[in-house]
């Protein structure tokens, strides 16, 4: 689609994602205008210094009013309470998205504050940095990334398409999924991998002061990108784990139990059971390069930007 795909956005949050989407959709000339809000008043402050958006606005209420797409950014817990905020504030067919990392949780709070004549059609871009804040954004952060539609039966099929079209000028690969299905594939992929990078940091956290840092000083690649994710932004991590409990207790489920196999193997020296394991996972590996998801570079590519932490 040639020119801009939406005249004016109104972006509600501007950490990562947020400033992320404000500084790639002026980049890629999707929209006319950029507007934005964001709670705190210092971050309020800090995106004016940055000259970011085209205007900043106090409340989510006041960025919202004639915009003809809403994007809301904030942790997964808050998107109901925005979604009542807004909703007196959307001009008639307004398109109205979130970028969260749990949909059907994000679909039960904030469709149900969606005016007649306005759509709501979840989002989830697939992409982040262990950091956050307005300073952290840049516009190439969705650039060959996945971006993940979960339209519900109430959405506007011509919203979708329209939002699919905003995301793929931002540089995007779009995939469309139902909420359900976005959250038991996000568990594996995002949630428990995050789940199990806190948990091995929380444990070296515990250890003896002398244990700890020796642990420290001598690191390893793998432990390194451990405390890379556990890294990320804790009150964003919290929300999600509470928001799609029944999906990750269902996956931490099998992926218990294919440790206690895994305890048995090593314990028994089992090394034909060990060995084929690690032939399958490298199998996997494999996979994800060929899709295109990760560099085959030495030492996973590390000294470039990453991108690959959660949102």
Known sequence: MSGPVFNRIAVIGLGL????????????GAAKTIVGTARSEKTRQRV????????????AGDAVKGADLVIICVPVQATGAIAESIAPHLADGAIVTDVGSVKQS???DVEPHIPQGRFFVGGHPVAGTEYSGPDAGFAELFQDRWCILTPSEKSSPEAVEKLSAFWRTLGSNVEVMAPDHHDLVLAITSHIPHLIAYNIVGTVADLETDTRSKVIQYSASGFRDFTRIAASDPTMWRDIFLANREAVLEMLGRFSEDLAGLQRAIRRGEGDVLFDLFSRTRDIRRNIIEAGQETPEPDFGRGRPTSSSED
């Open 48 to 59: 004016v210094e940055l000259g970011i958006l085209d205007e900043v606005m106090e409340t």
């Open 106 to 108: 994000v679909v039960r």
């Open 17 to 28: 994602i947020g400033s992320s989407l404000v500084r790639a959709t002026r980049a890629s």
